[in-house]
C-alpha cells in the first residue's frame, strides 16, 4: 500500500506549523479512542523546537497525551540504536580526538605522514582532520569514493588525498571494529538497522510529520525512504514560496523537494500554504526579503519593529537589557522574550555583567567551554609551574592566586609566599628550580652565619627567619611536584592532576562564606567538579581506544600529558544553567530555528556578523571542491554558504510574532565607525523611507536617562547627577535603602573630596595634608624628634614629598623584578668598596704620592675587584655571562679612575704645597644602616636648628682629602658618581641639592678635619666620564681657587634654615601633590597612586603649588594654611 505523502510548502507564517500541529493532535486522539497510542512520529530540527511542540499540542480538546513520540532526527536515531540486542555505543567527542590522535602519531611513527609532516602534531591538525571527516561523513561520503574523487583530479595533491584518505579509513575501521559510532555515523547506525527491520520501540505509524528542516543529509533522505514504508501519512513542511521568485533563499528547499519527490512513492502531493492574515510589519519580512528591489513594493506597516544603531559593544547590551526590562515591567512573561545574536561567545562576559546587574533573569543557551573558566586554567596553571622550570611568573600566578592555599605549616597562611617572592627578586633568579632551591639554601646559611655573629640585633633574626620561610615554601613545593617529573601512563596523570589540585587546596577556594562571591564559589565548585567528572570519563575512554589498538598505553611525561589533555578537552562544554522557566532565553541564531518568539530582540547586526565572511577551506579549494563532486562527492561550495546566510537571517527574523527589536554597534571598542549588516539594510527597505528610523542610542557618556535606568549602578549615577543639579530626591530615597546606604556614605565622601580637590585653594587633605590629630600623631611617633634623616630623604621629599609619603611613612617599595638586569645600585656599591679597600692599602704604605700614580692604581683596582665580585655566589650560566660583562665594564673603570686619580694629584699638586692627603673614607656620621666598620671612627649625627627645630641628620661622606697652601689648611669634599649626571651650581646653593653642602657642615662641626682647615672645593667625581667635577667653581676665574666665603655663607644659611624647615614640614604630615621636574625621577610605580597629573591641570588656578625651599619666618602649619588660603 502505497503511503499519502504531502509536501507542505509555504514562506514563513503560512502556517504550516499550525496545520501539521492539527493533524498530529487528530491522530493522537484517534489513537487514544482506538487505545493505540504511539502510532505517530514527529521529527523536529532541533531539541528547542522540539520543546515548543510539546508545549503545543495540549490543548482543551486533548488535555492529555500519552506516547507524543515528539523527537529530534537524532534522538530518534539514538532511540533506535540503543533498542538493539547489542546496542551500539556512541563515541564521544573527546574520545574522538583521541583516537584520531592516537592514528595520527601512528602514521607519523611508521613515516606514512610526509605532505602533513610539520603539523600532523598539532591539536590544529586534529581540528582540521576531525572537522574534515565530518563533512565527509555528513554526506556519507566512505573513504574509498573519497580515494576515487581524489583520484581523477588533475593536480599535484597525490600525497595530501592519500594521507587524509588514510586516516579516515583507519578511523572507520576502528570505529567499527569497536562497535561504536560518532555524531555522523549515528544515523549510519541507525539507517541500517531500519533496513534490517530493527524498529525498536516503534511499529507501524498512522502518521509521520517532519517540520522545520530546509533540506536533508544524505543518510537522512534515506532514513525517510525507510520510514514512508512504515506509515500511512507522511507530511513534510518546507520553507519555500510557492511561486518562485526567491530563488537563492529557497535554494536548499528547491534541492530538497526534488530529492524528496524522487526517492519517495510517485504519489507525493505537494500541498501550498498561503498566508491569510492580514499585510503587517511581519508578513512584510516573511513575504519580501531578499526579493528583487525592483519589483518589492514598500510596506507602510513597521509599527512592530525597532532599529537600534548603539556606540559600541557594551553599550548595546546595555540598551537591549533596557529594552527587556521595559517588556518585563509591562507584564511579559519572561519566557515569550528570547535575545539573539549571531553567537553569544562574541559577547563573552558581558552578557552575564549586563543582565545581572540589570536584575534580569536569563537563560544562556550557548554552552561554555571549560577552557574559558578561570578555575580550569589554574589546573594547567599548576602543570605549567613544572614546564616552565619555576619561572618567576608562573611560579607566582599560582602562589600569588587563591586557588593556592594548602593547609602546610610552611604556607604560613599565605606569608611565606610574599618572602619567597622578595627573595627571588633580590636574588634575581627569575626562573630555574634546582637554581632556585640551591640559592635560597645558600641565603639560609649566610643569614644563620649573620645572626649568629650578631645575636643582638632583631633585624639578623628577622632576615634568617623570612629566608627560611621561603626555603621551605619551595622545598614543600618541590617536594609536592615531584611526581609531575617522571613518566606515567594517562590514567595515573590524571589522578596525579586531581590529588595535586586537592593538595594545593583548590577546593577551599570555593568553601568559604563570604555573600559577595557566592555566585563565583558556586559556578567554580561546579565547573570543578564536571571537569574531575569529564577526567574520569575520559580515562575510561582512552582506556578502551588503546585495547582496541591491542598494545598497553605507553608511559608520558609531563609535557605530552598537557598537550594530549588540551586536545581531549578541545570544544568541550557545560551548561552552567539548566532551569528556563521564567527566564529570558540568550540564544545563538542558529538556536531559534523553528521556534515561535513573541518578543524576538537581535543584537550584534554589523556587517561582520551577516553574511559570515568565507574562509577558505585550506585542504582544498573551491574550485578542487568543485572538481571533487563532479566525480561523485557532495562536498559544501562558498556559493551554498550565502544561500544558507541568506536563509538564516530569514529564518531569524519571521520569528516574532509581536514584536521585533534589531540593534547594532555603530562604533567599534576603538572608536571606529562600524556598518550595519547589508541583511538588515535589506530589511529597512522593505518599508517605506521613514517607516522604519534607525534611532541612535546610547552615547559614550556614562550617564544613562531616567527611562534607561536599569541597575543599582544607573541609579547611583542618576541620583549623583541629580544631587549636582539640586534635586536631592532621589539620593535622599536610596538614603533609605538599606542596600545603599553604605554605597550613599562612599558618595558623600568621594563628593566632599570633589569640591576640596577641584575648588578649594590651596592643598587640601585629599592631596597629601594630614590634618585629624591621629595621622599627625602617627606622623610624629614615625619622626621623632631624635629620628636621623639622610640626605636622601630630604632630597626625595623636595623633589616629590608624595613619594616621600608613600615610601618613607606608607612604607611602600617598588619590587625589583627577578629577571636579570643591570643592576646601577650595586654597580655603584661595588666601587664604592673596592676605592675604600684600594686606598686603605695604599695608605698603609705611607706615601701620598703613590695615591695617585695610574700604574699602581689600576692593578690594585683590578686586583680588589676580582675580590669583590667573584663568581661563587653566580647560580645560573646566565648569570655568569652578565656578571663577565659587569667585571668588564669595572675594569674599564679601574683602568679610566687610575688616570682621573693621577690628572687630579697633578692638579691640587701644582695647586697645594703636595698632593692631597686622604683623610677620609665612607666617613659615617649619625646611624648609618649597614654593619659599622670597626676600622672607622663612629661620628655622632649633625644637628641644624635650635629648640624644637632641632633636626638631626646622618650620612656618609665618600673622601674628605685634605692639604696646604703656603701653611693653610685646605679640604675637599668628594662624592663618588657612577651615574652620569651631577647637580648643577644653582640647585647645591638653593639647597634643592644638599648633599654635598650637608657633608661640608657635617665635616667641620663634627671635627673630621682640623678645626683651622677651610674648605677647599666640594666636588663629584664621576668615575666613567671626567673625574673629578667642582660645581661651585667659578666660572669666571682662569685659576681655581678655594670656595667663596659668599658660597660658604650661603650654604651655612641655607641649610641651618631649611633641613629644620623640611623637618618640620615632614612631622606636621605635609606631603603636596607636586613634583619638581627639573630634579624629580618620580618612580613609574608611583604613578598610579599620586595624583600630580590632575593636579597640574588646576593647579595656577587654584593656588595648588608651594616653594618647599622658602622657610624664612614660617612655620609648617601657617605655610600649609597659606598654601590653602592662596
Same mark, same amino acid.
Given at each position: ?117 610539520? $603539523? ?46 588514510? $586516516?579516515? *579509513? ?11 559510532? *560518532? ?240 627573595? &627571588?627578586?633580590?636574588?634575581? $633568579? ?31 633574626? #628577622? ?79 582512552? *582506556? ?6 591491542? /598494545? ?14 588540551? *586536545? ?25 530555528? @523553528? ?120 541609579? /547611583? ?76 630623604? &630630604? ?61 699602581? $692604581? ?113 679640604? @675637599? ?89 623640611? #623637618? ?63
Amino acid at each position: 500500500m502505497q503511503p499519502d505523502v504531502q509536501i507542505l510548502t509555504g514562506i514563513a507564517g503560512s502556517g504550516k506549523t499550525d496545520r501539521l500541529l492539527d493533524e498530529y493532535r487528530r491522530t493522537l486522539q484517534e489513537g487514544l479512542k482506538q487505545h493505540a497510542p504511539g502510532k505517530t512520529l514527529w521529527i523536529s530540527p532541533t531539541v528547542r523546537s522540539r520543546k515548543q511542540v510539546l508545549d503545543q499540542l495540549l490543548s482543551p480538546e486533548m488535555p492529555v497525551c500519552f506516547a507524543p513520540h515528539v523527537f529530534t532526527f537524532e534522538a530518534f536515531a539514538e532511540t533506535i540504536l540503543q533498542s538493539l540486542d547489542q546496542p551500539v555505543q556512541t563515541l564521544p567527542e573527546i574520545s574522538k580526538r583521541y583516537l584520531l590522535r592516537s592514528i595520527v602519531d601512528d602514521l607519523i611513527a611508521a613515516g606514512q605522514i610526509q605532505y602533513f609532516s610539520s $603539523i600532523a602534531g598539532t591539536s590544529g591538525f586534529l581540528d582540521l582532520i576531525s572537522h574534515f571527516i565530518s563533512e565527509l561523513k555528513r554526506e556519507e561520503i566512505w573513504p574509498e569514493q573519497f580515494s576515487e574523487a581524489c583520484a581523477r583530479l588533475k593536480m599535484d595533491s597525490r600525497q595530501k588525498d592519500q594521507e587524509l584518505a588514510l $586516516i579516515y *579509513d583507519r578511523y572507520q575501521v576502528a570505529l567499527h571494529e569497536m562497535r561504536r559510532y *560518532d555524531s555522523e555515523g549515528r544515523f549510519w547506525s541507525a539507517r541500517t538497522a531500519l533496513q534490517e527491520g530493527m524498529w525498536g520501540p516503534f511499529g507501524q505509524f498512522d502518521l509521520i510529520v517532519l517540520d522545520g528542516f530546509a533540506d536533508f543529509t544524505h543518510t537522512q533522505y534515506e532514513i525517510l525512504e525507510l520510514l514512508a514504508a512504515r506509515t500511512s501519512r507522511l507530511l513534510i513542511s518546507l520553507p519555500l514560496e510557492n511561486e518562485l521568485r526567491r530563488q537563492d533563499l529557497f535554494a536548499k528547499s528547491v534541492v530538497a523537494r526534488q530529492v524528496l519527490e524522487r526517492r519517495l512513492p510517485k504519489t507525493i502531493q505537494i500541498v501550498a500554504c498561503e498566508r491569510n492574515e492580514p499585510a503587517s510589519s511581519r508578513s512584510q519580512i516573511c513575504e519580501a526579503l531578499f526579493d528583487n528591489p525592483r519589483e518589492m513594493k514598500p510596506s507602510k506597516a513597521a509599527e512592530h519593529i525597532k532599529v537600534l544603531a548603539v556606540a559600541g559593544q557594551r553599550n548595546e547590551l546595555e540598551v537591549l537589557a533596557v529594552e527587556v526590562k521595559q517588556l518585563l515591567l509591562q507584564g511579559v512573561h519572561p519566557e515569550e522574550i528570547s535575545l539573539v545574536f549571531r553567537s553569544t561567545l562574541e559577547y563573552g562576559d558581558l552578557i552575564h555583567e549586563t543582565l545581572s546587574a540589570a536584575g534580569i533573569p536569563y537563560f544562556l543557551g550557548q554552552e561554555q567551554e571549560f577552557s574559558r573558566f578561570p578555575v580550569i586554567r589554574a589546573i594547567f596553571a599548576f602543570l605549567q609551574i613544572e614546564l616552565d622550570n619555576w619561572s618567576f611568573d608562573s611560579l607566582m600566578s599560582i602562589l600569588d592566586s587563591n586557588y593556592f592555599s594548602p593547609d602546610w605549616p610552611e604556607f604560613k597562611s599565605g606569608t611565606a609566599v610574599r618572602s619567597l617572592s622578595r627573595i &627571588l627578586r633580590q636574588l634575581k $633568579i627569575d626562573s630555574g628550580k634546582t637554581d632556585i632551591l640551591n640559592a635560597l639554601e645558600k641565603e639560609c646559611r649566610k643569614a644563620a652565619e649573620l645572626h649568629a655573629r650578631y645575636p643582638d640585633q632583631p633585624k639578623r633574626q #628577622a632576615i634568617l627567619e623570612e629566608v627560611e620561610s621561603a626555603y621551605q615554601l619551595a622545598k614543600r613545593l618541590s617536594s609536592e611536584t615531584q611526581r609531575l617529573r617522571g613518566k606515567e601512563l594517562f590514567v595515573t596523570w590524571i589522578d596525579v592532576l586531581t590529588s595535586l589540585a586537592n593538595e594545593f587546596g583548590l577546593p577551599k577556594a570555593w568553601s568559604n562564606e563570604d555573600a559577595r562571591t557566592e555566585a563565583l564559589d558556586q559556578r567554580d565548585q561546579l565547573v570543578w567538579e564536571r571537569f574531575q567528572k569529564l577526567l574520569f570519563h575520559a580515562v575510561s575512554e582512552v *582506556d578502551q581506544i588503546e585495547q582496541f589498538h591491542q /598494545r598497553e598505553a605507553a608511559p608520558q611525561d609531563l609535557i605530552t600529558f598537557r598537550s594530549l589533555l588540551l *586536545d581531549l578537552l578541545e570544544q568541550q562544554t557545560l551548561a552552567l544553567q539548566t532551569e528556563e522557566a521564567g527566564r529570558i532565553q540568550v540564544l545563538d541564531a542558529s538556536q531559534l530555528r @523553528n521556534l515561535s518568539v513573541p518578543y524576538l530582540l537581535v543584537g550584534g547586526l554589523s556587517e561582520a556578523s551577516f553574511p559570515r565572511s568565507h574562509r577558505e577551506d585550506c585542504l582544498y579549494s573551491e574550485k578542487d571542491r568543485g572538481e571533487l563532486n563532479e566525480y561523485g562527492l557532495s562536498l559544501k561550495r562558498h556559493a551554498n554558504q550565502q544561500q544558507e546566510e541568506m536563509l538564516l537571517f530569514y529564518e531569524v527574523m519571521t520569528r516574532f510574532t509581536k514584536q521585533l527589536i534589531l540593534s547594532y554597534p555603530a562604533i567599534s571598542s576603538t572608536g571606529q565607525p562600524l556598518f550595519a549588516s547589508p541583511y538588515l539594510s535589506a530589511l529597512i527597505d522593505l518599508y517605506e523611507p521613514g517607516a522604519i528610523a534607525v534611532r541612535q542610542v546610547g552615547e559614550l557618556n556614562p550617564l544613562p536617562r531616567r527611562d534607561q535606568a536599569m541597575s543599582t549602578r544607573d541609579i /547611583r549615577i542618576l541620583a549623583i547627577d541629580e544631587l549636582k543639579r539640586n534635586q536631592p530626591g532621589l539620593f535622599l530615597q536610596i538614603l533609605d535603602e538599606p542596600g545603599f546606604q553604605a554605597t550613599a556614605r562612599n558618595i558623600l565622601g568621594a563628593a566632599e573630596m570633589a569640591v576640596a580637590r577641584f575648588e578649594q585653594e590651596g592643598f587640601t587633605e585629599y592631596e597629601g595634608v594630614m590634618v585629624s590629630a591621629a595621622s599627625r600623631q602617627a606622623i610624629c611617633e614615625r619622626f621623632p624628634q631624635d629620628y636621623e634623616f639622610s640626605t636622601t630623604q &630630604l632630597e626625595l621629599y623636595l623633589a616629590c614629598p608624595f613619594q616621600f609619603f608613600a615610601q618613607n611613612v606608607l612604607g611602600i617599595e617598588v619590587p625589583e623584578p627577578p629577571e636579570l638586569r643591570t643592576n646601577f645600585l650595586q654597580r655603584g656599591i661595588h666601587v664604592h668598596s673596592i676605592l675604600t679597600r684600594l686606598y686603605e692599602q695604599l695608605s698603609a704604605e705611607g706615601d701620598n704620592a703613590q695615591l695617585y700614580v695610574a700604574d699602581q $692604581i689600576e692593578p690594585l683596582f683590578l686586583e680588589l675587584l676580582e675580590k669583590r665580585v667573584s663568581d661563587s655566589d653566580v647560580e645560573s650560566k646566565l648569570q655568569q655571562v652578565l656578571l663577565s660583562i659587569e667585571k668588564q665594564i669595572l675594569e674599564d673603570w679601574g683602568g679610566l679612575f687610575a688616570e682621573q686619580s693621577e690628572t687630579y694629584g697633578q692638579l691640587f699638586e701644582e695647586l697645594w704645597d703636595s698632593v692631597p692627603a686622604i683623610v677620609g673614607r665612607e666617613v659615617p656620621f649619625g646611624k648609618v644602616p649597614g654593619e659599622p666598620d670597626p676600622s672607622q671612627r663612629q661620628y655622632q649625627h649633625l644637628t641644624l636648628g635650635t629648640g624644637s627645630r632641632e633636626t638631626r641628620i646622618r650620612g656618609q661622606i665618600d673622601r674628605i682629602d685634605v692639604g696646604t697652601v703656603n701653611g693653610q689648611k685646605y679640604f @675637599n669634599i668628594i662624592d663618588y658618581k657612577t651615574g652620569r649626571s651631577v647637580p648643577s651650581s644653582s640647585e647645591i646653593r638653593s639647597g634643592k641639592k644638599l648633599q654635598l653642602a650637608l657633608y661640608l657642615i657635617a665635616a667641620r662641626r663634627l671635627e673630621m678635619i682640623d678645626a683651622d682647615a677651610e674648605p677647599f672645593h666640594l666636588g663629584y667625581w664621576k668615575i666613567q666620564e671626567s673625574g673629578f667635577v667642582m660645581p661651585l667653581k667659578s666660572a669666571r676665574k682662569k685659576l681655581l681657587e678655594p670656595i667663596s666665603a659668599e658660597d660658604l655663607e650661603i650654604l651655612e644659611v641655607t641649610l641651618e634654615g631649611l633641613v629644620p624647615h623640611l #623637618a618640620a614640614f615632614i612631622r606636621s604630615g605635609f606631603f603636596p601633590v607636586q613634583v619638581d621636574e627639573k630634579i624629580a625621577h618620580l618612580d613609574q610605580a608611583f604613578q598610579s597612586v599620586c595624583r600630580v597629573s590632575q593636579v597640574e591641570s588646576y593647579r595656577d588656578r587654584l593656588g595648588k603649588q608651594i616653594d618647599l625651599l622658602q622657610f624664612a619666618d614660617s612655620d609648617p602649619d601657617s605655610s600649609a594654611e597659606q598654601t590653602q588660603a592662596t
